[in-house]
C-alpha cells in the first residue's frame, strides 16, 4: 500500500533548512558527518550534563537505546542518531551521517589540458553503443527501445569502443551522463538518463561496472581524449512525493528496484523516522513539494524539481558528503572534470565549499592543475547564472557554465530566423555580466534536454549555427548523433537501440563517410589548426536588428598578423544577401583566404577597402570564414558614385514606395532592402533617377535600403550609403470563429500544472501586407515552466495554412494520426509553437526560416501568433487561403504520452499509437 504522512506545516514552509540555535542546546558531535578513508571515533557532547543515548540501526533513540560512554567507533557507512535528556525531563535530538571509501585509488592521474584547446563530445551512454547485451535488463523488464526515456543497453564497453570514432571527427574530451546507479523507474518513465541517482559511490550495473569504467577511462586517455562526468548535487530520484495542499507525504508505488535509494542517509526518504529536531536541524532532504512556477526564485533552491526529491544542500554534513561523493570518482577512474547538473535549483553559495575547496583544491594534489567544472542553469539571465562562478566579493565557486543564454540567442537567430542581431546583445554582455572566466563558458547548439535544431530549421543553418561554435572563443560542444544528421533527441546510435516512439534501429550509425560526418571533420579541424578561433579578440561588425540576415565578426589574436586574423561572415536568411563597407578596421588592402568549411557560392578571396572596409556578397543560408594572409592589394579608384536622396521621417504602411537619388555618370542602377542583393530591381539612371520598392511583403520594423551601380563583377559594384525606412502596415481583421469551452477530446494530466491550457474559445485572423497575426483565446495560459522560446507552456499549437486556389499538398497531419477536416482539403505549411521551440515547414517535410513566433497576454489569456510572410513564399495576396488550428502538448520536444488511464503527465482516454493527438480545434477557417 502507498504510505501517506501528512507533514508539519513549518516543513512545507522551510523546506527544512538548518536553524539557528544556541550550541548548548543540542547535542554535538566531534566530528563533522561526511565521506571517510578510515575508521573513525565520533565523540559526542553535551554541555550541561544531560545523560546522552544513540542508535546506528536508523531507529529513534530512547532512555532504552545504548548510552552514550565514549567515543563510538565507525568503519562503514553509519547514520548516528543521538538523544540528549536532559535534567528537567526533556529530550534534544541530532544526527549526522558517517560514509566510508575503501576503494583502491588509482596510483597515477592524467595533467589537466588546456580547456579552452578543447572540443567536447556529449554522449548519452545508454545511447553511444552497446558492448554488452548482457547488462541491458536487470530484471525488472526497464529495458524496452520502444520507449525514450527506457534503457537501450549502452555502456562502458560501448562507448570504449567507439573511441576511435570520436577522436576521428575531432573532439578531443567526452562528457558522458552520469554513472551512478539509477532509480530505473518512477512507474511512468524510465531513468536511462542517469540523473535519478540512488547511490552515489556506486556504477550503474547497465553500464558495467568500476573496473569497466576505468578500463574506458584509461582508453579515453591512451588516445588522447579527457573525461568529463555528469554529476548530481540537487536531487536523488523520485522516490516520494509532498502534496502542496495537504502536506501529504507519500511513496512512488511503482518505484523499481526499490522504494528508497540504496544508500544512507538517502534510504531513509521517510519523514516520520526523523523527530521534529532532527528534520529542522539536520535533515538530508527538503521534504517540500515540486515547484509550482519557476519564475519564483524562492522556490527554485528547496522545492523538488519534476517531483525529484531534493537535496538539503545547507546542511553541512550533506555538503561534506558530497564533496566525498565526487572526490571518489577522481581517486577510482581518473576523470578530468565534471558538468554539475541542475545548479539553478542549488544556493550559488554551496559552491564555494564545493566546487573550489572540495574538488579543485583535492584534484590539484593529484596534478591536476585545471580539473574543469561547469554547471548548468538553464536561465535566460546572465547576471543571475555568473553567480554560481563567482560570489560579489570574487568567491570562486564553478569555473564556467553551460552557456544557455547564448544557446537561446543561437537557437533563435538559426533556428527561429530571428533578427541576428540576438547574437551581438548577449555577446556584447559577456565579459561584463560577471562570469569567472567566460573564455571557459561551453557553447552549445544541441543537448539532450532539448528537440534537436535539425527539427525547426534547415540543414544548412543547422551547420551555420556549429560553424559559428566552432570559430568564437569558448569549449564548444557537440552533441552525439549530430555528426550523423540525427534528428531524435535521444536516439541511439546502434542497431536495436531506441530510434523513436515504437521503433528500434535497424543499423548502426557510425559511418565516417556521412556528410554530416565529414563536415563535423572539416569544422573541427578548422579550430584546432587555427588557434586566432580559440584565443582571438572578437569584435562583431555586422548585424540585421530588424529582421534575419547578415552577421559578421573579426578575431584578432595577440598583435595580429598573417594567421592571427580572421574574418566570418553568415547568412541566416534564405535570400542572398550583400554587406557594403562593413568597419572592420583591418589594414587597407588586407587580403583574406577562405578556409573550409564554408557554405554556398561564396567569395574565394576579399580584401579590405582603402578605409579597412569590406563589402561580401553572401548567397541565401550561407556562411564563409577568411583568414589574413600576409601580402596586400593596391586598391582601385572608383571612378562614380550614388547616393540615396530620399529621407523617410514618417513611417510607411503603402505597398510601395518611390525612392530618389543622384549618380555621378549614367549607368545602370539598382536598388535592394536589407541586404537582398538578388532581388534587386535593376534600371538606367541618369544624373537623377527614381525607383520603387515594394513593402508588402516586408514585416513590420525598421528596413534599410541601399542603391548601387552595376558593375562586370560584385567586387567592382559601387554602392550608396543605407537609409533607414520604419515600415508599419496595420493589421487587419480577416476572420474570426468561437468554440465552446470545456469541449477538449481527453483528460488532462493530473498534475496540477495543468489547467486546461490546451481549451480554445475562439480565434481572430489579421494580415499586415501577406504577414499574418493569429489572436488565440485560450481557457487558460500559463508559464510557471519557465519557457524560453514563447511565453506560453503546456501547450502545443499546430496551425495547418492552405494557399487560396492552388493544387497540392498533403492531408495528413504529421505525428497526429489525423487528416486536415475535409473542407480543407490538404495543407501546404505547418507551424508548429510551443513554450521552448517554434518551426514551419512545407507539406514535403523541408524546414523553412523564420519561423512563426508567439506573444502572450495572460491577464487576458490570449496566444498571438505571427507568421511572416518571407516563412510561406512572400505570397502577393492571402485571398482564399485555409487555416486549421488544434492543440495538444509537447513533453521534451515529443508529444505528450496518451493512454486510457492517463497519469501524472500523461493524458487520459486514448492510445497515443492510434488517436488523434487532438485536444482540441477550430473549424477550418478562410480569408
Wanted: aromatic residues 12%; negative net charge; proline residues 5%.
Amino acid at each position: 500500500m502507498k504510505r501517506i504522512l501528512v507533514l508539519p506545516l513549518f516543513l512545507i514552509m522551510f523546506g527544512c533548512a538548518t536553524m539557528n540555535r544556541e550550541a548548548s542546546e543540542f547535542p554535538e558531535f566531534s566530528l563533522a558527518g561526511g565521506v571517510y578513508r578510515e575508521a573513525i571515533d565520533v565523540s559526542v557532547s553535551s554541555e550541561r550534563g544531560d545523560r546522552v543515548f544513540y542508535t546506528l540501526d536508523g531507529s529513534t533513540p530512547t532512555p532504552e537505546s545504548t548510552e552514550y560512554e565514549g567515543p563510538v567507533h565507525l568503519d562503514s557507512p553509519s547514520l548516528l542518531r543521538v538523544m540528549a535528556l536532559k535534567k528537567d525531563g526533556t529530550m534534544k535530538y541530532a544526527m549526522s551521517m558517517y560514509d566510508f571509501d575503501r576503494d583502491p585509488d588509482l596510483e597515477a592521474h592524467l595533467p589537466s589540458p588546456v580547456w579552452t584547446d578543447q572540443i567536447i563530445y556529449f554522449a548519452l551512454l545508454d545511447r553511444m553503443n552497446n558492448g554488452d547485451p548482457g547488462n541491458d535488463d536487470q530484471g525488472y523488464g526497464e529495458a524496452n527501445v520502444s520507449e525514450e526515456t527506457w534503457y537501450s543497453g549502452g555502456d562502458f564497453k560501448g562507448l570504449e569502443e567507439k573511441l576511435d570514432y570520436i577522436k576521428n571527427l575531432g573532439a578531443t574530451a567526452v562528457w558522458i551522463t552520469p554513472p551512478v546507479k539509477n532509480q530505473w523507474s518512477e512507474g511512468n518513465f524510465g531513468g536511462s538518463h542517469g540523473y535519478w541517482a540512488s547511490d552515489f559511490m556506486a556504477v550503474d550495473p547497465h553500464y558495467g561496472d568500476l573496473e569497466a569504467y576505468r578500463s574506458f577511462v584509461k582508453a579515453a586517455h591512451d588516445k588522447g581524449i579527457y573525461v568529463i562526468q555528469d554529476i548530481v548535487v540537487n536531487h536523488t530520484g523520485d522516490y516520494f512525493n509532498i502534496d502542496r495542499k495537504t502536506g501529504q507525504w507519500s511513496l512512488k508505488e511503482k518505484s523499481e528496484p526499490a522504494a528508497s535509494p540504496d544508500q544512507l542517509p538517502w534510504s531513509l526518504n521517510d519523514p516520520s523516522v526523523f523527530t521534529e529536531d532532527e528534520l529542522k536541524n539536520n535533515s538530508f532532504y527538503h521534504w517540500t513539494p515540486a515547484i509550482s512556477d519557476f519564475n519564483d526564485r524562492s522556490q527554485l533552491f528547496t522545492y523538488q524539481l519534476s517531483n525529484l526529491d531534493d537535496i538539503n544542500t545547507t546542511n553541512p554534513d550533506v555538503r561534506n558528503l558530497l564533496t566525498g561523493y565526487y572526490r571518489y570518482w577522481l581517486d577510482k577512474v581518473d576523470v578530468d572534470g565534471y558538468r554539475v547538473d541542475t545548479v539553478k535549483y542549488v544556493e550559488p553559495e554551496f559552491f564555494e565549499d564545493f566546487a573550489e575547496d572540495g574538488i579543485r583544491t583535492y584534484a590539484r594534489k593529484m596534478g591536476k592543475e585545471d580539473f574543469i567544472l561547469f554547471g548548468e542553469s538553464w536561465d535566460g539571465d546572465g547576471k543571475f547564472n555568473a553567480s554560481y562562478t563567482q560570489g560579489k566579493n570574487g568567491e570562486k565557486r564553478l569555473d564556467s557554465l553551460i552557456y544557455f543564454t547564448l544557446n537561446f540567442a543561437i537557437r533563435n537567430v538559426f533556428g527561429n530566423g530571428n533578427p541576428t542581431s540576438e547574437l551581438t546583445e548577449v555577446l556584447s554582455k559577456r565579459y561584463e555580466t560577471g562570469y569567472q572566466d567566460p573564455k571557459k563558458l561551453v557553447t552549445f547548439v544541441d543537448n539532450h534536454d532539448m528537440e534537436r535544431l535539425i527539427n525547426s530549421t534547415t540543414p544548412e543553418l543547422v551547420k551555420e549555427a556549429y560553424a559559428f561554435i566552432m570559430t568564437i572563443p569558448g569549449i564548444p560542444q557537440l552533441y552525439y548523433g549530430s555528426e550523423q544528421g540525427m534528428t531524435e533527441r535521444r536516439g541511439a546510435m546502434f542497431a536495436g537501440g531506441f530510434e523513436t516512439a515504437g521503433k528500434a534501429n535497424n543499423r548502426d550509425l557510425f559511418d565516417e563517410n556521412n556528410t554530416w560526418y565529414k563536415y563535423f571533420q572539416e569544422l573541427t579541424e578548422l579550430r584546432k589548426q587555427n588557434s586566432v578561433f580559440r584565443n582571438g579578440k572578437m569584435t562583431i561588425v555586422k548585424d540585421n536588428s530588424g529582421s534575419n540576415g547578415l552577421f559578421a565578426y573579426k578575431l584578432i589574436e595577440g598583435e595580429g598578423g598573417s594567421g592571427r586574423e580572421a574574418f566570418v561572415i553568415f547568412n541566416t536568411s534564405a535570400e542572398g544577401k550583400v554587406s557594403i563597407d562593413m568597419d572592420t578596421q583591418f589594414e587597407p588592402g588586407t587580403t583574406f583566404r577562405l578556409l573550409d568549411p564554408f557554405q554556398g557560392d561564396v567569395q574565394k578571396n576579399i580584401t579590405a577597402g582603402e578605409s579597412g572596409q569590406l563589402t561580401v556578397l553572401m548567397p541565401g543560408q550561407s556562411f564563409a570564414v577568411y583568414l589574413k594572409e600576409g601580402e596586400t592589394r593596391e586598391m582601385n579608384t572608383q571612378n562614380n558614385s550614388i547616393a540615396i536622396t530620399s529621407r523617410f521621417e514618417t513611417e510607411m504602411s503603402d505597398p510601395e514606395v518611390k525612392v530618389e537619388g543622384t549618380i555621378d555618370k549614367p549607368a545602370t542602377v539598382g536598388l535592394f532592402v536589407d541586404g537582398n542583393y538578388y532581388s534587386s530591381k535593376l534600371f538606367s539612371a541618369g544624373e537623377t533617377w527614381s525607383g520603387e520598392i515594394e513593402l508588402t511583403s516586408l514585416m513590420n520594423g525598421e528596413h534599410e535600403i541601399v542603391s548601387f551601380i552595376k558593375g562586370d563583377d560584385i567586387d567592382e559594384n559601387i554602392y550608396s550609403a543605407p537609409v533607414s525606412i520604419i515600415v508599419k502596415k496595420p493589421f487587419i481583421l480577416r476572420t474570426s470563429v468561437s468554440d465552446p469551452s470545456g469541449d477538449e477530446n481527453y483528460r488532462m494530466p493530473t498534475n496540477e500544472s495543468f489547467v486546461h491550457q490546451q481549451d480554445i474559445l475562439g480565434a481572430e485572423v489579421y494580415t499586415s501586407g501577406t504577414d499574418i497575426r493569429i489572436d488565440l483565446e485560450m481557457a487558460k495560459t500559463t508559464d510557471v515552466w519557465s519557457p524560453t522560446i514563447n511565453d506560453f507552456d503546456h501547450v502545443l499549437l499546430n496551425i495547418f495554412l492552405k494557399k487560396g486556389d492552388e493544387t497540392g499538398g498533403i492531408e495528413e497531419l504529421p505525428g497526429l494520426n489525423a487528416s486536415v477536416p475535409a473542407s480543407m482539403g490538404s495543407w501546404d505549411f505547418h507551424a508548429a509553437l510551443a513554450g521552448w521551440a517554434s518551426g514551419i515547414s512545407d507539406s514535403s517535410g523541408k524546414a523553412l526560416s523564420p519561423s512563426p513566433y508567439g506573444e502572450v497576454n495572460h491577464e487576458k489569456n490570449v496566444i498571438s501568433v505571427f507568421i511572416p510572410s518571407s516563412s510561406i513564399g512572400n505570397p502577393r495576396s492571402l485571398d482564399g487561403w485555409k487555416i486549421y488550428i488544434s492543440t495538444w502538448d509537447e513533453d521534451s520536444g515529443n508529444p505528450r504520452k496518451l493512454t486510457p488511464d492517463g497519469a501524472e503527465w500523461v493524458f487520459g482516454g486514448g492510445d497515443s499509437t492510434t488517436d488523434p493527438l487532438i485536444m482540441d480545434d477550430l473549424e477550418v477557417l478562410e480569408l
